[in-house]
């Protein structure tokens, strides 16, 4: 919010008027479109703030159109920050993948600037994927279940008929089995 009020502080009086009347006016409707979008709540304030903000940008614009008109900006501003959020959100999750302790995209990150870096990536991805499907299948499941269809903890929970709290040593069992036939292949194949 700190952001946005520093915008909204900035403008004249009479551009703070109308940010201030935009804001009363269509915070509900982007907190619905952004968590109908997102099915996040924790980090809808900063998404409203962003759209705001960006509102606040095309201000001289916005004042010429009709309140269907405005109403819609508002709504395409909306969707659109949420929509790069969750791409955002994706791309991060694709780079990351958390054993017990360790993150393999530290390692990764160390590679960005080497022309083989895709080669190292994709090699890397194989190795964790040929990991997984070796698993057993309540273990291919879980990790599945959570980081490709990005279901939450008590979503799996009711799946598996487990409490909702053993959801995360189940991960850490499924991550550490796959990181342990990782490294037995890597041993592998450097023999």
Known sequence: MIGLLAAITELEENDRAFVLHLYKNYYCLARKIIFSITHDNKDIEDLIND???????????IRTFDSCKTTTYVVYTVRSISINYIKHKKVEKKHIFYSDDIDIAVDLSNLENDSGYELVRQEELDLLSDAVSKLPQKKKDLLYFKYVLEMKDEEIAKIFEIAPNSIRQYLTRARRD?????????SYNAK
């Open 51 to 61: 759209a705001f903000i960006k509102l606040i940008e095309k201000i001289s614009l």
């Open 178 to 186: 796959a990181r342990k036939l990782i490294q037995r292949e890597e």
